[in-house]
């Protein structure tokens, strides 16, 4: 163990695994991903997702032990934030959220004039070649790497999440677009399985 050990679970003394995964879902009652762009002009994005569905609580506050050190939070939702919100960077954390507190609902939020709408797979491929002199043509699903309809890239990442085993199959996915002037959300895809409907 390296001298960090004691800011682990796995460091503390009698640590029991699945002990450990119960303390975590009591002090944190997160129920929904909202995923979304780095860009900060998308920081809103979070508040949105909570304010769209009504029944969240987002930022929250944080919960203090006794002495202080923080335990949890009230927070509902917590945001999962990638480049342009894409779900191929998001399919491990939605499988350690579940696994960790139990998720019902993911959300996918791609934003206006995202800078994936600026570019092509076919473009980063090419200047990656030249620039940094390595083939990344086949490390990435093309179809996820960039955005040029967002009404794909919402179909396509809604139907990457459903499809990946690491989904739990219970939770609802919704795409939405977030117009980052207006902080406006618009439902483009709902995907709501039939006996939670
Ligand atoms: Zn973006």
Redesign the pocket.
């Known amino acids: 163990m390296s001298d960090f050990a004691e800011f682990t679970f796995q460091g503390q003394p009698g640590y029991n695994e699945a002990a450990a995964r119960e303390i975590i879902a009591s002090v944190i009652p997160v129920r929904t991903i909202a995923m979304?762009?780095?860009?900060p002009?998308?920081a809103g994005a979070a508040q949105a997702v909570a304010d769209y569905f009504g029944d969240e609580v987002y930022p929250g506050e944080l919960l203090l032990d006794e002495t202080g050190r923080k335990m949890g939070s009230t927070a509902t939702v917590f945001p999962l934030i990638v480049?342009?919100?894409r779900a191929a960077d998001a399919l491990r954390s939605i499988t350690v959220s579940q696994h960790l507190f139990g998720i019902e609902r993911v959300v996918v939020v791609?934003?206006s004039?995202?800078?994936?709408?600026s570019f092509t797979a076919e473009g980063i491929t090419a200047a990656w070649k030249h620039e940094q002199h390595t083939d990344i043509s086949s490390l990435y699903d093309w179809d996820g790497i960039s955005?040029a309809d967002f009404e794909k890239s919402l179909n396509y990442d809604v139907s990457l999440i459903r499809n990946s085993p690491g989904t739990p199959k219970h939770i609802e996915i919704y795409g939405l677009f977030y117009d980052i002037d207006s902080g406006e959300l618009t439902e483009v895809v709902r995907d709501v399985p039939a006996e939670v409907a």
């Open positions: 979304y762009c780095f860009d002009r998308a480049g342009g919100g791609h934003h004039f995202c800078g994936a709408t955005i």
